[in-house]
C-alpha cells in the first residue's frame, strides 16, 4: 500500500516551513523525513509525533 504524505507537505507549505523546520521541531531524524519522501512506512508513533507538533489532525499529514 502506497502511503502519501501530500497533505503534511501542503500543511509544512501554508505555515511556511520546511522538512527541516519540521524535523528539528518535532525530533525526527533525517531518515525518517526521507522515508516520507519517498513514500514510505513512519511509525504510528512518529505520525503522533508530528501532529502534535504540528497541532494538526492525522488527515493533514497523510
Known amino acids: 500500500m ?3 504524505y ?3 507537505w501542503r500543511t509544512l507549505k501554508e505555515r ?3 522538512k ?3 524535523r528539528l521541531a518535532a525530533g525526527l531524524t533525517t ?3 526521507a522515508n ?3 513514500g514510505g512506512h513512519i511509525s504510528m508513533k512518529t505520525l ?3 501532529c502534535e507538533t504540528l497541532n494538526c489532525g492525522i ?3 497523510i
Open 6 to 8: 501530500q497533505p503534511l
Open 2 to 4: 502506497h502511503i502519501s
Open 36 to 38: 516520507m519522501g519517498k
Open 48 to 50: 503522533i509525533k508530528i
Open 20 to 22: 527541516e523546520d519540521l
Open 59 to 61: 488527515l493533514d499529514v
Open 31 to 33: 531518515n525518517m523525513i
Open 16 to 18: 511556511g516551513m520546511r
